[in-house]
């Protein structure tokens, strides 16, 4: 009897099953490899992704294990499935039950296998799924048990048929439903593998120690671009389509480059450059025209840059190359900051110099290999004004809260050694009154119309 029977005879032999002691064995073959194959999953999920958080070349090996575990799970019921399948019929024992469970859990396996490779692909963080693509899932889980009814039924037959004998004409040609789907999935599939593979690529190359980030980020681009070239070219010629064509569609290409995509060509060109001449890494501190933060992100089009306040900014790579760009961080990250101070005239000049100095350097983020620097800038109309110079290397972490740290521990050493701080302070005449002023301010007289 084939193995995709009709329903009735797939009844009868399972009710015949009933009244044979195989019945038991194969039950027992169906428990014991499911709890094996989930229980062997679950522990090479755990042990592998353990590693994948630790450094060095264990973590490497480990790589991809941990999210592949759901699909490590049916895969290998299946395969001691098959195992207890072939041993029971050595014995000359039915297998029948085995042949409903082997394309229960093939069914499983395939829709954990493509949920996978989605969310491996176009999950972002590989965490958050949107609502389309979750949907998709839930048709292609819808459709996969589809097919396994139908296949359990020995209806499939009969389906491959229908589209197989249903043509649709295009232009001179004549083409089957079932040549279009077929051409369809195997299109799908391989550039599906090759995102896949290109995004596994890039996640091991961006743990590789010793290699510059833009290194690292122009062979995973690069890498990326083969696979999918590679994908298309291996289904156009598993579709029937000559690879000749390639030539007039890349003349097309070209035409369309020269008049209308020459901007989008512009970015991808300079993407490569900015990871090349390596002007930008990724963690750099930048500012460009009005926008500012430190890059988390050069792709081929454009480069993301995130501020201190969380925002986000989608700057296009040509930009980048063709303007100004101030790098906080590109030889070096030591960036120097002031914030000025005044005090009264009265007030010893170089204890004061010396006290803000020490001062400033109680802050930890100031660097302490370059010392503070204390200018006396300048005299102003309340007081002495005092430039106060010191240096950071993490820019990253902003500018504002050092500066707030440094004024606060200016203020505190102030005053605790009793150091005014001056401020304006001014007395105005009403016309027709005159008060007497008070020592040590100004008399503003308003003058009469």
């Known amino acids: 009897m084939s193995q995709q029977q009709p329903l009735f005879n797939l009844i009868e032999d399972l009710s015949g099953d009933l009244r044979d002691p195989s019945l038991l064995w194969q039950l027992a073959a169906i428990i014991a490899s499911v709890v094996i194959g989930f229980g062997l999953?679950?522990?090479?999920?755990?042990?592998?992704?353990?590693?994948?958080?630790?450094?060095?070349?264990?973590g490497v090996l480990g790589f991809g294990v941990e999210s592949f575990g759901r699909v490590m799970a049916p895969l290998s019921v299946i395969g001691l499935l098959a195992l207890s399948r072939l041993l029971l019929l050595k014995h000359h024992y039915h297998v029948n039950l085995l042949k409903v469970a082997l394309p229960i859990f093939g069914s499983l396996a395939v829709i954990r296998f493509t949920f996978y490779l989605l969310r491996r692909v176009f999950a972002r963080n590989g965490r958050t799924i949107s609502t389309t693509m979750l949907a998709f899932e839930k048709v292609f889980q819808l459709?996969?048990?589809?097919?396994?009814?139908?296949?359990?039924?020995?209806?499939?037959?009969?389906?491959?048929?229908?589209?197989?004998?249903?043509?649709?004409?295009?232009?001179?040609?004549?083409?089957?439903?079932?040549?279009?789907l077929q051409a369809t999935v195997s299109v799908i599939v391989l550039l599906m593998l090759a995102l896949w593979a290109g995004a596994a690529l890039e996640e091991w190359l961006m743990k590789v120690q010793g290699m510059h980030t833009n290194l690292r980020v122009v062979m995973s681009r690069t890498a990326?671009?083969?696979?999918?070239?590679?994908?298309?070219?291996?289904?156009l010629s598993l579709v029937g389509i000559d690879l000749t064509v390639l030539s007039v569609f890349g003349?097309?290409?070209?035409?369309?480059?020269?008049?209308g995509l020459q901007k989008i060509a512009s970015n991808y060109v300079s993407g490569f450059v900015i990871l090349l001449d390596r002007s930008l890494t990724i963690g750099d501190m930048i500012t460009v025209d009005k926008y500012s933060?430190?890059?988390?992100?050069?792709?081929?089009r454009y480069t993301v840059l995130q501020s201190l306040d969380g925002m986000e900014s989608i700057v296009p790579n040509e930009m980048l190359v063709s303007g100004a760009v101030q790098n906080s961080s590109l030889s070096n990250s030591l960036v120097n900051i002031s914030t000025k101070v005044s005090v009264a005239y009265d007030t010893d000049v170089d204890f004061v110099i010396q006290l803000l100095s020490e001062a400033t350097l109680t802050v930890e983020r100031v660097l302490k290999e370059k010392s503070p620097s204390v200018n006396l800038s300048a005299f102003g109309a309340d007081g002495l004004e005092l430039t106060v110079s010191f240096w950071i290397n993490d820019p990253e972490n902003g500018r504002g809260g050092v500066t707030s740290d440094v004024n606060r521990a200016i203020w505190r050493a102030l005053k605790q050694n009793n150091i005014s701080v001056?401020?304006?302070?001014?007395?105005?005449?009403?016309?027709?009154?005159?008060?007497?002023?008070?020592?040590?301010?100004?008399?503003t007289t308003v003058p009469k119309e």
């Open 41 to 58: 999953a679950r522990v090479l999920r755990k042990r592998f992704g353990r590693h994948r958080h630790q450094a060095g070349p264990t």
């Open 143 to 180: 459709l996969v048990w589809l097919g396994f009814v139908l296949y359990i039924t020995g209806s499939w037959n009969d389906v491959l048929q229908f589209l197989d004998d249903t043509i649709l004409p295009f232009g001179k040609y004549k083409v089957s439903v079932a040549d279009i």
């Open 224 to 235: 990326r671009a083969v696979l999918i070239l590679v994908a298309v070219l291996m289904s």
């Open 251 to 259: 003349g097309a290409l070209g035409v369309g480059l020269g008049l």
């Open 293 to 300: 933060g430190r890059v988390t992100q050069i792709n081929t």
């Open 422 to 443: 001056p401020f304006p302070q001014r007395e105005m005449r009403i016309l027709g009154s005159v008060p007497t002023p008070l020592a040590g301010q100004e008399s």
